[in-house]
């Protein structure tokens, strides 16, 4: 078991943290709605695939009833709309800022949760984790050896896109309690598909791409989309959700290594430090630390 939660935690920020520099290339050639636009197209086509597979005609359509519109709408807010910032972020900034700009998702969790889910309350170190986060975002664009209004904004639409990931995953949370991982993956991919193609149909490339943006492209969609969907839902399966989450802190480096050995993009001071305020803010925002504490404590007999 110990084996397995390793390869799959590392796998998913091995992958996802490529993701960005996959983004990264393929912005050369292609416009954000019309990458992601592909990228959510044959996630869903693949991934539906999967699910007839694996479930048969009849349970699959069943499953996809279930998750519903909601599911559809959960694609928007989860695909769509986050895909597309990050993309248009990574114009203008490196690929590893972005990563670190989109790992501020479980603060925004924390913040938004009481507005969405009454039940769950931030107090104490919690809202310490939410402030120190939230100043790892202002170190991460502002202490940099050359700031742009380019590169600010950029780095916000990211912020921006991990906003639009913490409303996705507290509705999912509240209204799809009854869908399973495989048909909600399908079902979010398409509507998100079918709500960016108009968008993706006006920025359509207007010359043929390079072979590096297009090979950059379908490693996003079938790498970073369709194996980690499938390997995060059997990580939960098998793990949970507490350990699984963990991946947070493992993706920004990964993105990092990538970003710094595959494409040259530097690693300033303020990178560094804007990503271990935030991680630190993860940690304690989403409770993480004081949980692995309390479970390290002995149990009285």
């Known amino acids: 078991m110990t084996r397995s939660y390793a390869f799959l935690i590392g796998s998913l920020a091995a992958i996802w943290g490529a993701s960005y520099l ?26 539906g695939l999967v699910l007839v597979a694996t479930r048969g005609w009849k349970r699959a359509w069943e499953e996809l009833g279930a998750a519903g519109v909601h599911g559809m709408a959960i694609g928007v807010l989860n695909g769509a709309v986050p895909f597309t910032l990050i993309a248009l972020g990574e114009h203008h900034i490196d690929s590893g800022i972005a990563a670190i700009a989109n790992a501020t998702v479980p603060i925004f969790n924390v913040m938004l949760a009481p507005l969405m889910l009454p039940s ?3 107090t104490g170190l919690r809202l310490v984790g939410v402030a120190l986060g939230l100043v790892g975002v202002g170190v991460l664009s502002g202490a940099q050896p050359s700031v742009s209004l380019p590169f ?10 991990s906003v639009s990931y913490a409303v996705a995953g507290l509705w999912a949370q509240k209204r799809l309690r009854n869908a399973t991982g495989p048909a909600l993956a399908t079902a979010s991919m398409a509507g998100g598909a079918l709500v960016l193609l108009p968008l993706a149909l006006v920025y359509a490339p207007t010359h043929a791409p390079h072979w590096k943006p297009v090979a950059s492209l379908l490693a ?10 499938l390997l ?6 098998l793990h949970g959700a507490f350990k699984v989450s963990l991946v947070t802190y493992l993706m920004p480096p990964m993105a990092l ?39 390290a404590e002995p149990v009285p007999p």
Do not use: C, H, W
């Open 22 to 47: 996959f983004i990264k290339v393929a912005n050369r050639d292609f416009s954000p709605p019309a990458m992601m636009e592909i990228r959510l197209a044959i996630a869903a086509i693949t991934l």
């Open 120 to 122: 769950e309350r931030a």
């Open 152 to 161: 600010v904004l950029g780095t916000l639409a990211v912020v921006l896109s």
């Open 220 to 229: 996003l969609t079938f790498l970073g989309t369709v194996l980690a969907q």
């Open 232 to 237: 995060l839902y059997r990580a939960l399966r």
């Open 257 to 295: 290594f990538y970003g710094a050995v595959l494409l040259s993009e530097p690693v300033s001071y303020g990178t560094a430090g804007g990503l271990g305020l935030i991680l630190a803010g993860v940690a304690l925002g989403s409770g993480a630390l004081r949980l692995a504490r309390s479970r």
